[in-house]
């Protein structure tokens, strides 16, 4: 499931001074509204396209190391059916390995700025420190902000604490703690919150 995958970015986007939704933020130059047709050429959408949900509604190409300025690596989600590739999410990832605290203190960096930039335009939820739901034993946590825009946009700011059962059970790279964060239309909030996973 495209949940137990964690694509997670670093504090690291280009906005005016304040911003009326989710399309004018922007991600390595990225937005979501772009083409994804401007960064990646069509065979390469096409050979790369995975999918981690239940239907084949939404895709997603990993982004590489070498096409990213700062992150280890990251992702954009579009519909395979929409000939424009029109992005729908960015997200990406950066390893803080086992130190937490400097994972939240630049969460709090994060949060502070786009507080800023989505003023006036969004409502911001502090969800708190829970069990992450892609580990059953309840071990792992996510401590997460979220921004819900008023143009149905999502922006999600958070830090992944895995345990080492974890990440060895499920073959996933041996980095505990991680910083994420993504952006999301409000078309592909929709279809997370009710068919993702059905």
Known sequence: KL?????????????????????DFQMEGMSVGDSALDYFSKKELNDLMQFGFETEEYAYVKISKEKLDTFDNGLI?????????????????IHFHKDISACHKKQ???VNELSQLFKNVSEKHDEGTFNYSGDKSNKSKVTAINFSLYDGGVA?????????????KNNYRPVQVVL???????????????????
């Open 156 to 168: 999600h700011v958070g830090c992944y604490n895995f345990t080492k059962e974890f990440l060895e």
């Open 108 to 110: 709090n960096e994060i």
């Open 180 to 198: 994420s964060m993504s952006v999301g239309s409000a078309e592909y909030n929709d279809f997370q919150k009710n068919r993702a996973f059905e």
């Open 3 to 23: 949940s137990t995958y964690l694509f997670l970015i670093l504090f690291s986007f280009q906005t005016s001074s304040w911003t009326d939704g989710i399309q």
């Open 77 to 93: 989600i579009f519909k395979p059916k929409d000939i424009k590739f029109t992005i729908h999410s960015i997200s990406g990832r």
